[in-house]
């Protein structure tokens, strides 16, 4: 990793400044000097409008902002961590309760809340997972944890998404917890989608496949049921989830299953979804089906990390 992406790094999640300028800055002040010497001269660099990961807003623009700029290429990993972190400093404070999403870029934000307990930054948080992997991640972090039937209303819900529309609108469920996702962010005041520049698309459907949810029984003719529907006029393959849950490549001879012990049929298409709120209701109405990966009008904003930066996009 060369010096100036370290100290990106170092700057998104330790608390130093994020202009390009004021990194610039700090990237010549600490040639030869000792690495603890660096590390304090870019945590303690003054801004304006501070976040805890040290995110400094610049002015808004409409409903899209940029927020940061970076000066070096970052890997996914680390532009998810930043996004991860990012919601979590924003829209998190003490007294919450909090859906914590599932997935690679969830998983950054659960991390994140989980050394702000650690460091008392905030307190009497409770957490609702939305899988058994997020429990697990967040048990091992000291993080609170509940569910709807003990607290039904969340302050706010951070997860990641799989695609990004225009509208905001969403498709989810690529690490096969759509069901308990849509459960919890459904019941918070506030759903913040964080992704990679990658995940933002014109129209959803040809970039990623959507999952839909079924039940076991004569799961052939539920599959049969989705491919047929008048929404998706014979244009997308309704393929059964094969393997392991958690992607929507086949990587095993076993049908996958779910948390909630159900199957997942993906929708692959070869060009875009003309109507995306209309295949949602038509899917819901299928006798069979659980839930689909269309999240539609749910979201609060959308924290984005890219080439250019950090930008927030909000309904």
């Keep these: 990793m060369t010096m100036a992406r370290s100290l990106l790094l170092m ?20 040639r030869g000097i000792s690495a603890r010497a660096k590390f304090n001269a870019i945590r303690h660099m003054p801004f304006a409008g501070r976040s805890r990961c040290g995110i400094a807003p610049m002015q808004s623009q409409g409903a899209s902002k940029t927020v940061a700029r970076a000066s070096v290429a970052l890997t996914q990993d680390e532009l998810k961590k930043m996004v991860g972190y990012k919601a979590v400093d924003d829209y998190v404070t003490s007294g919450m309760v909090v859906g914590l999403g599932t997935g690679s870029t969830a998983a950054f934000a659960v991390e994140r809340l989980g050394q702000l307990l650690k460091s008392g930054e905030v307190k009497d948080i409770i957490a609702i997972p939305t899988s058994v992997r997020t429990r697990e991640q967040a048990e ?26 225009p509208d905001l609108n969403l498709v989810k469920g690529g690490g096969g917890a759509l069901l308990r996702e849509k459960m919890v962010e459904a019941r918070a005041k506030k759903f913040i989608v964080i992704v990679d520049e990658s995940k933002i698309t014109d129209a959803l459907g040809p ?14 003719h539920t599959r049969k049921a989705i491919e047929a529907l008048p929404a998706l006029e014979g244009k997308a393959k ?24 159900n199957y997942i049929v993906d929708l692959f298409f070869d060009e875009p979804l003309k109507d995306a709120s209309a295949l949602a209701e038509e899917l819901i109405q299928t006798v069979g089906v659980v839930e689909h990966g269309l999240f539609i009008g749910m ?12 930008s927030v996009k909000e309904a």
């Design 11 to 30: 700057a998104a999640a330790m608390g130093a400044a994020a202009s390009m300028a004021t990194f610039a800055r700090a990237r010549s002040g600490v």
């Design 299 to 310: 979201t609060t904003a959308v924290i984005i990390a890219g080439s250019d930066g950090i």
């Design 140 to 165: 091992s972090l000291g993080i609170p944890l509940a569910t709807l039937d003990t607290h039904p209303d969340l302050d706010v819900a951070i997860d990641g998404a799989d695609e990004v529309d």
């Design 207 to 220: 970039g990623f496949a959507i999952p839909v949810e079924i039940v076991k029984f004569c799961h052939e």
């Design 238 to 261: 309704a393929v059964l989830r094969m393997g392991s849950s958690q992607n929507n490549k086949p990587d095993g001879d076993e049908i996958a299953i779910t948390d909630n012990d």
